[in-house]
């Protein structure tokens, strides 16, 4: 996990007395491996710091780790004996994260993968994704919540506190040694700028907020640029005009800061001068005076924007075959579960196709699997071409096989549907491929399960009818070749 962001190891190392590793390969197995496949960790770091607490943590909830540096040794070791996980770097010296991926699923194709990356690595990480890894994780990392605590801000939120513990023993300084007055001044004016020039350091936004008015005592240049007003603008503004919850937001803030004077990784928006609205997330904290009474709220806001859009990207992936565009089999179960209840539950039409490739398999050996990803690609062009946007639902349902979600659509309009997509598909000439396609509407005898069945065995009697046609009801075909 070599990068330059990260400070964990070396803090590590110095306080938990950790040896020094050279650059030989550590492979250590924490338990003994009966603990079966489902416990069974591989952990690959080039950082021997990072291997060792990480593997401490996981054998401390119950799993059994094995760790290396290696990556070639990682890879022995999944040829040697099967695992539940893999948790990988993505940057190491020997062969990159993208790499040790390609080929542990070579391996396994059943193994689990976990690349841990930096935010400027995202774009490797969902390489990653592509490549068959299940999820990822940003450094820096803690071990009891990988996702959360950013080190730049517990470091901000550190400095802020000690600056305060600072400017009140310089307080008492004053009040009992007179003598001293106009050095504690002086010390007090340059703390006073060092603070300030900190703050201003920051592209987070930092401001605190009055206990009396609730409006804006002071900003930073990072909240300025955040909420696009000016420094005049933006002090003395009500806290209510910033937050996207107004008033009553506030009111709640101030409710969970009164049960705990912390208050972490708050996600909201805030409204910017022009309208728009910015994702941020917030760390609140009380702010007492000398007398230990409460002066202010601080907040300690992080421009989320980019981050959401990376994970609702990476969200899509999930749910999306990249070969085709299309969902992929695992979100086809969901969604017709709840079309299946709709249509049943208030009484509307809904349909069904299922359809594969004829005579896809020779095809695809012939002239190999570039070939046949044109092929399937194809098919899932046809689909999205042919489909109503926004209302049928097309899946990847596995191989060569289709399915599209009809709702609001009837046998007369569905059977229409399957016959565009059957002759859009037939047209772009593969080389005399074509679709039998099974089209069933839903009817309340119907399960999910037999809803399927039903589509499949159409589909099935189309290709035994010759192929290239839609197969609504039996023995009716919709279509000739």
């Keep these: 996990m070599a990068s330059a ?39 690959l770091d080039d950082e021997p710091g990072i291997l060792e607490v990480l593997s401490q943590h996981l054998t401390s909830v119950g799993y059994v780790c094995i760790s290396t540096t290696s990556p070639g040794q990682a890879l022995e070791f999944l040829r040697e004996k ?30 689990s993968i976990i690349v841990v990356t930096a935010l400027a690595e995202v774009t490797q990480a969902i390489q990653c994704m592509r490549l068959g890894a299940e999820d990822y ?23 802020v506190t000690e600056s305060h513990e600072y400017q009140e023993r310089l307080r008492k300084r004053v009040d009992s040694a007179t003598s001293e007055l106009e050095h504690v001044n002086q010390e007090l004016r340059e703390t006073k700028q060092y603070l300030e020039n900190l703050l201003e350091s920051t592209v987070d936004g930092i401001i605190t907020i009055g206990s009396s008015d609730e409006t804006i005592e002071f900003a930073n240049g990072g909240a300025l640029a955040m909420a696009g007003y000016s420094r005049e603008e933006f002090l003395g503004l009500p806290v209510a005009h910033l937050l996207a919850g107004g008033a009553d937001e506030f009111r709640n ?22 309208g728009s609205a910015v994702q941020v997330n917030i760390s609140f904290s009380r702010v007492e005076n000398a007398r230990g009474e409460f002066a202010s709220t601080l907040a300690i806001c992080k421009d989320i924007t980019e981050q ?22 695992r979100s086809f179960f969901e969604r017709l579960e709840n079309e299946v209840e709709r249509a049943r539950r208030q009484k509307r039409p809904l349909s069904l196709l ?9 095809y695809n050996d012939t002239r190999g699997h570039l070939e046949g990803d044109k092929v399937l690609s194809g098919a899932g062009a046809a689909v999205l071409e042919c489909t109503r946007e926004h209302v049928d639902i097309g899946f990847r349902y596995g191989g060569d096989e289709f399915t599209v979600i009809l709702p609001e659509a009837g046998e007369e ?69």
């Design 253 to 274: 803030v101030q409710r969970l800061l009164s049960q705990n004077e912390h208050l972490k990784n708050y996600e909201t928006g805030i409204r910017r001068q022009d």
């Design 137 to 159: 994780v940003l450094k820096p990392f803690n071990l009891q919540d990988i996702s959360r605590s950013v080190a730049r801000a517990v470091e901000k939120q550190r400095a």
């Design 82 to 111: 099967p695992f539940a996980l893999l948790l990988t770097d993505l940057r190491m010296p020997e062969m990159d994260g993208l790499e040790v991926v390609r080929r542990a699923r070579a391996i396994d194709d059943d193994l």
């Design 308 to 329: 959401k859009r990376l994970e609702q990207e990476l969200k899509e992936m999930s749910v999306k075959d990249a070969l085709t565009n299309l969902y992929n089999q």
């Design 413 to 481: 309009q569905s059977a229409s549907i399957a016959e565009r997509i059957r002759e859009t598909f037939e047209k772009r000439d593969f080389d005399g491929l074509t679709l039998s396609i099974g089209c069933v509407s839903f009817s309340e005898e119907h399960s999910v399960r037999s809803f399927i069945e039903k589509a499949d065995a159409l589909m099935y009697e189309a290709k035994r009818a010759g192929g290239n046609q839609v197969r609504k009801t039996a023995p009716e075909v919709q279509t000739s070749k």
């Design 5 to 43: 962001g990260n400070a964990y190891p070396p803090r590590w190392e110095r306080a938990s007395g950790f040896p020094e590793y050279g650059k030989e390969s550590l492979a250590t197995e924490t338990e003994d491996t009966i603990g079966g496949v489902e416990k069974r960790i591989l952990i």
């Design 354 to 362: 299922l359809f594969d490739i004829d005579k896809f398999k020779q």
